[in-house]
Structures are given as C-alpha cells and as structure tokens.
C-alpha cells in the first residue's frame, strides 16, 4: 500500500485495534512490511494517541501469547511429519 504514510499508520492502527491481527497479519493485509507496521505505531502515537493505547493493548496480548502459538505451530508440524507411523518407531535416515 503506496500513499501517506500518516494516513496508512490510522488505517492499520484502525484495522489492529478492529481485528486484534498480529503484526504479521497486518503487513501481509496492507501489502508492507512488519517494520513498517511497527513504525507506522510510532506515527500514529503522535497522530492519534486513544487509538494508538488500543493498539498497544492489542499488540502486548499478542506479545503474551506468541509463545503459545509457537508451541501450537510446532506441535502441528510435528503431528504432520509423523503421521502415519507407528508409535514409538525411530525415523529411518
């Protein structure tokens, strides 16, 4: 997403608050990057302070829980590069 700078950082801080997408998410939504979307939060900071504390609430929940998401990517990971075998089986190399 090409433009103002300004105006995108309310538009994701707007979709941030509205969806309670992770960083990721939102770059992959607005077509940027996540350091953009990270600067875009010190724009808008300025720009519009109430909705950038809704923001932050949003950003520091997903902070809290990424690590459980992280533990659900790797478990499913495991689960599908296993499935099938017998139990207790050793990988052949």
């Not at 992770?22 to 350091?35: E, H, L, M, N």
Request: with cysteine.
């Amino acid at each position: 997403m090409k433009g103002d700078p300004e105006e995108r950082a309310v538009l994701v801080g707007r979709y941030l608050a509205a969806s309670g997408a992770t960083v990721r998410a939102a770059a992959k939504v607005f077509g940027i990057s996540k350091s953009t979307v990270w600067k875009d939060q010190c724009r808008l900071q300025r720009l519009e302070p109430g909705l950038w504390r809704e923001v932050q609430a949003v950003l520091q929940r997903n902070k809290a829980e990424r690590h459980l998401r992280g533990g659900e990517a790797t478990r499913c990971k495991y689960l599908r590069r296993h499935a099938g075998r017998p139990p207790g089986r050793a990988e052949e190399i």
